[in-house]
């Protein structure tokens, strides 16, 4: 099961989990979930971007970042240990450590506005070495259907090196598809990420991905949980909120193994 998972990642850049996460925690997560959204921190810490209500308004993905700070269940639920263990091994790593989380909610209004432009994760992680390895666990809370706005990968782009195109804002998909500038032996082949709840979707940093709007009329749940192993060094010198605390390990929790550079 491993192994069919991990040459998958390598050949096309994701890969997805059986459920790994029961009934119970997820109910326990998505409640934990509203609680910060409404501004309730069980820890007394503020996540690094409360929720903004006018964003709800316009239809947008309500988008908080850090709220394991915020939040116990909700550390307690991305530091899973079978989540560790299922990222190393579809990376081979030693030791995996999560360096960022964000809790999303693409609410089911149908609007444009939810949807994610085509981009590579690396395009906004400047703070670490080009060489590291880094990668994404998205874990949907709510099962995700055609109708839910999954997100989207595009199969095999993680072997085309980092463009430096795309854009996460940009919601105009076509045109995107249309300028991209990728290799000649290459095919843009999006592939619909449709999960059960507490299924996990793992990528690759290089991977391009977007998702469409959500029409289902309910709210689609999930984390995104940036993670990296000891193959991968924050840049000397640079001051980054996501590298300056990685011997925190309570906000920045080792799931699997120990030893890590910092």
């Known amino acids: 099961m491993y192994q069919e998972a991990k040459l998958h990642y390598e050949q096309q850049g994701f890969c997805f989990s059986p459920i790994i ?20 921190y069980e820890t007394g810490v503020a996540p690094r971007s409360p929720f903004d209500s006018a964003e709800a308004t316009r239809g947008q993905i309500v988008k908080i970042d850090s709220s394991h700070r915020a939040d116990l269940t909700i ?13 190393a091994a579809i990376t081979g790593a030693q030791a995996v450590q999560i360096w960022a989380v964000q809790l999303l909610v693409k609410p089911g209004l149908g609007a ?20 590291s390895e880094l990668f994404t ?24 090196g980092f463009l430096n195109q795309g854009n996460f804002f940009d919601t105009t998909h076509g045109s995107f598809q249309d300028t991209i500038q990728i290799p000649d032996d290459s095919d843009f082949a999006a ?6 709840a507490g299924q996990v979707a793992f990528h690759h940093k290089l991977t391009f991905h977007g998702s469409h709007p959500n029409t ?12 990296r ?19 925190d390990h309570d906000m920045n929790p080792v799931i699997y193994g120990t030893e890590l550079p910092f």
């Open 216 to 227: 289902s009329g309910r709210p689609r749940r999930s984390f995104a949980i940036h993670m």
């Open 191 to 196: 592939i619909p990420v449709l999960l059960n």
């Open 75 to 87: 550390r307690e639920f991305v530091s899973n240990s079978n989540l560790g263990k299922w990222a």
């Open 137 to 160: 666990a998205w874990v949907p809370l709510t099962d995700v259907e055609e109708d839910c706005g999954p997100m989207v990968y595009i199969s095999g782009s993680h072997k085309w």
């Open 112 to 131: 444009n506005e939810s949807k994610v432009g085509w981009h590579q994760d690396r395009n906004y992680w400047g703070p670490w070495e080009e060489d």
């Open 21 to 40: 996460y029961d009934e119970e925690s997820i109910a326990r997560a998505i409640k934990h979930q509203d609680l910060v959204i409404s501004g309730r």
């Open 229 to 247: 192993t000891e193959r991968s060094w924050p840049k000397k010198g640079e001051q980054s909120v996501y590298t300056a605390d990685l011997t």
